[in-house]
C-alpha cells in the first residue's frame, strides 16, 4: 500500500517525521580519523595510483585539516571550513580512484556522484539535496556494518540456542512454571538433566556440520509495510515512512512460519538476533554525525554544467543547477528521513576534464567554494608501464590470478610490458585520450585468444613475450579505422 500525501499536508508529515526521528543536541562523536601524517596519506595513495603527486599532496593536506580542526575548541573548530578541490584532467588519469581511496583510508562515509545528472528545480530530474540523503544512507549502512561487527559472536550464540530449541524443544515437564502433586523435585531434575545432555550432544552436532540438511520451522516476521511519498515543488522524493513506527497500535506483527534447512535457518537467526541487538537509534546518531563531520562527496563531471545561459537549447539548464549546488557546497541544512543533516564540513572533491569549457567558466560564488585546484596530467608511456606493474591490484596482477583459477602459470616479460605501454600510449594520442582505461581494451585483446584457449590448452605454463605482443596488436595500431572501433 503506498500513500500520496500532497503539498497541502506536507507540514503535518515533516511534524511526524520530527517526533519519529528527532535527534537530541548531544551527538555522539563519530569515529575520529586515523592520525595519518601527510606524507603517510601519499604513500598510502601510491600504492593504488600512479603518479599524480601533486594531487595527492591537496588531498592529504585537505584531510590532514580535518583532524586539526577536530582538536580546536569548538567555537574555532565550527568556523573553520573544508578545502574543497577541484581536480582538473583528462578521463582515466585517477581523479575517482584517489577520492574512493582517500575516503577508505579514514573510513569516511563516500558518496560518488555525476553533477550531470542534476537538474534545476522545475525540471525533471533529480535535485541536489539527493546527493545529502544518499550520503547519509551510506554512512547508516558503514556504521551498522561497525555494530554488527560488535555483536556478531553474541549474535551467532544466540541463533545457536533458538535453533536448538527448534530441533530439540523442551520437554512439557520443563514448561511447566508450577509441579504437580505427582511430580517430585528428583524427577524434574533427572529429566532436565538427561535434556541438556541430549541438547549438548546435538550442539556438538550443529557445529560439526551434521545437522545441515535437516528442516525446521521457522517463526519469520512479516516485513512488508506501507510507505509514504511526500509530493512537493521539486517532484517526487521517496521518505519511506514505516508507519507501523508512527502508529504502532494499528497494525500488529504479522509472522508466518517457514520449513528452511538448517543452515539457511542458522542465517536468518543470526541475521534477526544482531537486529535485536543493535540499537539502531544510536547507530542514526552516530551516522549522522559521521556524515557531517567526515562525509566526503566527489562530484564529478562538473565541467559538464560549467558555462552560462546563452538562450534557449538544451543546456538550459546548465547555471540553474550550478545555483542549486552552491548551497549545498557553502554549507546548509537538509532534511532527510533521519532527520536534518548539515553540509557546513563535508568535503567536496569537483573532478572534470573540462576539454570545452574551463573552471573559470563556473558560477563565482561556486569557484570560490574550491580553493584549492589541482591538474591532473595526461599518462605517459612510463606512467603505463608502473601502472602495469606496480599498484596493489595491478592489471598484470588481476589477468595472472584470474587464468590462474584455471590452472595456467601466466607470466610476462618487461619487453611485453614496454610494447603494452607503447601502444596504449599510441592508440591514446591518434584517436581519444581515454587515460589508463586504455589498457583495459589492450590488455583484453592481447589475452584474447589465451582466455578462450585456457581451460583446453594442454601447455599450461604460457609467457607473453614482446614478439606475441607485435603479433596481436600490430596490425590493429597501424590500421586507425579499425583502433578507433576496437581499442
Known sequence: MRVQISVSLYPLTFALLHMVFYLPENIEDATSLDELTPRQIVTELDKYVVGQANAKRSVAVALRNRTRRQKLAPELAEDILPKNIIMIGPTGVGKTEIARRLARL??????????????????????????????????????????????????????????????????????????????????????????????????????????????????????????????????????????????????????????????????????????????????????????????????????????????????????????DILPIVEGTTVNTRYGMVRTDHVLFVAAGAFHVSKPSDLIPELQGRFPIRVELHSLTTEDFIRILKEPKSALVKQYIALLETEGIKLTFSDEALQEVAKFAAAVNEATENIGARRLHTIMEKLLDEISFEGPDLKKKIVRVDAAYVQKQLADIVKNQDLSRYIL
Open 106 to 323: 579514514t573510513n569516511s562515509p563516500f558518496l560518488k556522484v555525476e553533477a550531470s545528472r542534476f537538474t534545476e528545480v522545475g525540471y525533471v530530474g533529480r535535485d541536489v539535496e539527493s546527493m545529502v540523503r544518499d550520503l547519509v544512507e551510506v554512512s547508516i549502512d558503514m556504521v551498522r556494518e561497525e555494530k554488527v561487527d560488535e555483536v556478531a559472536e553474541k549474535a551467532e550464540q544466540n541463533a545457536e540456542e533458538r535453533l536448538l530449541d527448534l530441533l530439540l524443544p523442551p520437554p512439557a515437564l520443563m514448561r511447566k512454571q508450577e509441579k504437580t502433586p505427582l511430580e517430585s523435585d528428583e524427577g524434574r531434575a533427572a529429566t532436565h538433566e538427561q535434556f541438556q545432555r541430549t541438547r549438548e550432544k546435538l550442539r556438538a552436532q550443529l557445529r560439526e556440520g551434521k545437522l545441515d540438511d535437516r528442516e525446521v520451522e521457522v517463526e519469520m516476521r512479516d516485513r512488508s509495510m506501507p510507505a509514504f511519498e511526500v509530493i512537493s515543488s521539486q517532484g517526487v522524493e521517496e521518505m519511506d515512512i514505516n508507519i507501523k513506527d508512527i502508529l504502532p497500535g494499528l497494525f500488529g506483527q504479522r509472522t508466518k512460519k517457514r520449513r528452511m534447512h538448517v543452515t539457511e535457518a542458522m542465517e536468518y537467526l543470526i541475521q534477526e538476533e544482531e537486529n535485536r541487538l543493535i540499537d539502531m537509534d544510536q547507530v542514526t546518531r552516530t551516522a549522522v554525525e559521521r556524515a557531517e563531520q567526515s562525509g566526503i562527496i566527489f562530484l564529478d563531471e562538473i565541467d559538464k554544467i560549467a558555462g552560462r545561459e546563452r538562450g534557449a537549447g538544451p543546456d538550459v539548464s546548465r547555471e540553474g543547477v550550478q545555483r
